[in-house]
């Protein structure tokens, strides 16, 4: 079973930028696509980024295209997150998950088995 570590989140200014990282157990990380979610106060689980297996395809949710890429090093066993152009609204708690053996553009957090524990990110307006 995999375990998932976020790390990287901090507070921003509006505007600025942030680079997230979940890193995952010792495990065959390439068997994993992984995904970016994350949930505001009062407010549900959003999807934001999925990314394939070999890294070789990725989805974005439209609030997020264009300003957040997501990548992955499978021999670090680690998926990435840069946000760029942050928005006060980018506030929330951010959580990678992974989907073993996923395939597909999946962005139903109930679709993923395995969570990290979460990253706070806080942009400043």
């Known amino acids: 079973q995999v375990q998932l570590v976020e790390s990287g989140g901090e507070l921003v200014q509006a505007g600025g930028s942030l680079r997230l990282s979940c890193k995952a157990s010792?495990?065959?990380?390439?068997?994993?696509?992984m995904a970016w979610f994350r949930q505001a106060p009062g407010k549900e689980r959003e999807f934001l980024a999925r990314?394939?297996?070999?890294?070789?395809?990725?989805y974005y949710a439209d609030s997020v295209k264009g300003r957040f890429t997501l990548s992955r090093d499978n021999a670090k066993n680690t998926v990435y997150l840069q946000m760029n152009s942050l928005k006060a609204e980018d506030t929330a708690v951010y959580y990678c998950?992974?989907?073993?053996w996923g395939i597909g553009q999946r962005m139903g957090w109930s679709q993923y088995n395995y969570w990290g524990q979460g990253t706070q990110v806080t942009v400043s307006p």
């Open positions: 998950a992974g989907d073993r």
């Open positions: 010792a495990v065959t990380f390439s068997n994993y696509a």
């Open positions: 990314i394939g297996r070999s890294g070789g395809s990725t």
